[in-house]
C-alpha cells in the first residue's frame, strides 16, 4: 500500500486556528473529526510552536519513561478513554511487544509494530507525549503532573527530538475493514476444542487468530455454555455493584497499539449524559454507554478454573472494554465476582 500523502498546508493550520479561537474547549480529537483528517496531521501543524516531533525508537523512549517519576497514561479507542497516575516501571520488551507492568498502578500491553509518529506537546503550560499509528490514529498518551520530574521530561524531548520538524505528516491510508471469514469455511469444532483446552486467558487471542475467528464472531460460535449475551447497559450494573460492595475487578480498554489495565476497586460512578464515567484518585474511565452494541458474560478456562469477563463491542464488531474480576495467574476467579455475572440479565434482541 502506497503512502498517502496528508493534506496539511498552512489552509489546514489555519483552519485549525480559527475553530481553536471560536471553541477554546474543542478537543483537538474532536477537531480532526470536525475537519475530516486525523489528530496526528493536526499535532504536526503545530511543530515548531507547541510541539516538537520526536524520532520513531520507541523501545528507547519507554526506557526512559521511569525517569519521569508520577504521571498519567492514556489509552483510548472510539468509545472508552482509560486514564492511570503512577509511575511506568521498566518496560520488558521483546520484539514488537512490551509489557509495562510492576508493582505500581500502570500496566500496559504495548504492540510496537502499530506505533508509528510521535509528538512532545507544551500547551497551556503543560506538557504531555503523544504517540500515534500510521493512520494519525492516537495510540497513547502521556501527561506530566505535579510530581512528574519535568527537568527529566525535558531531557528526554531534547535527546529524542527529530531533525524533521515540517508541519507535515505522511500517513498511510487505512485499509478497509476486513469482513469475517464465512462460518461455512471455519472449523468450528476445532475451535470450540481448543477453546475447551484453553489453560490460560492469555491464549484466546492467540486460538482467534489461529482459527481466523474475529472476538466478535467467536461470541456467536463459542462453545455451549462458555457464552451468554447480556443486557447492553451491564456495564452500569457492573460498575455500580461493584463500587458498593467494594469487589476489586480489572478494567481492561485498548486500541491496536496499546491495551491498559486497571486493577482494584472502583468507588465513585457518575453516569453523564451517554457517558458512564469512574471519577477516583488515580483511575477515570469515560465509556461510551450508547456505543455499546453488545455484550456478554464469557468463560475461559485456565488452570486456574474457569475466568469469567464481560466483554463490550460497538456496531462494527470492535471491542470497547472487558471487565475480570481482580486476579492473578495461581489464583482462581473471586467468587463474589462470578456472582456479580450470574446477576445480569439476559440480552433482549441478539438478531
Known sequence: MQPATSPQTPSLAQSWRDLRASEPKLRIRDAATRLGVSEAELRATECGTTTVRLVDDWPAILRRLPLLGEVMALTRNESAVHEKIGEYPEPEISGPHCLVHGTGPIDLRIFLSKWAHGFAVEEDGKQSLHFFDAHGDAVHKIYAKEKTELAEYRMLV???????????????????????????????????????????????????????????????????????????????????????????????????????????????????????????????????????????????????????????????????????????????????????????????DMS
Open 158 to 348: 531534547d535527546i529524542f527530538r527529530s531533525e524533521d520538524q515540517r508541519t507535515s505528516i505522511a500517513l498511510t491510508a487505512r485499509p478497509a475493514r476486513k469482513a469475517d471469514t464465512p462460518d461455512a469455511e471455519l472449523d468450528v469444532p476445532a475451535l470450540q476444542a481448543g477453546w475447551r483446552g484453553l489453560r490460560d486467558t492469555h491464549d484466546f487471542f492467540g486460538l482467534l487468530r489461529k482459527h481466523g475467528v474475529s472476538r466478535l464472531q467467536a461470541m456467536r460460535l463459542a462453545p455451549e455454555g462458555f457464552v451468554r449475551p447480556v443486557a447492553k447497559d451491564s456495564i452500569d450494573k457492573v460498575l455500580n455493584a461493584a463500587a458498593a460492595s467494594e469487589l476489586p475487578i480489572m478494567i481492561f480498554v485498548g486500541n491496536p497499539g496499546c491495551l491498559q489495565i486497571h486493577t482494584g476497586p472502583v468507588r465513585k460512578i457518575v453516569p453523564m449524559g451517554p457517558w458512564i464515567n469512574v471519577l477516583d484518585p488515580g483511575f477515570n474511565l469515560h465509556l461510551r454507554r450508547d456505543h455499546v452494541a453488545s455484550a456478554f458474560v464469557v468463560d475461559k478456562p485456565t488452570d486456574d478454573g474457569t475466568v469469567t469477563s464481560l466483554e463490550l463491542f460497538d456496531a462494527h464488531g470492535d471491542n470497547i472494554a472487558l471487565l475480570f474480576g481482580e486476579r492473578k495467574p495461581g489464583r482462581p476467579e473471586l467468587p463474589a465476582w462470578r456472582e456479580l455475572l450470574n446477576t445480569l440479565d439476559g440480552a433482549e
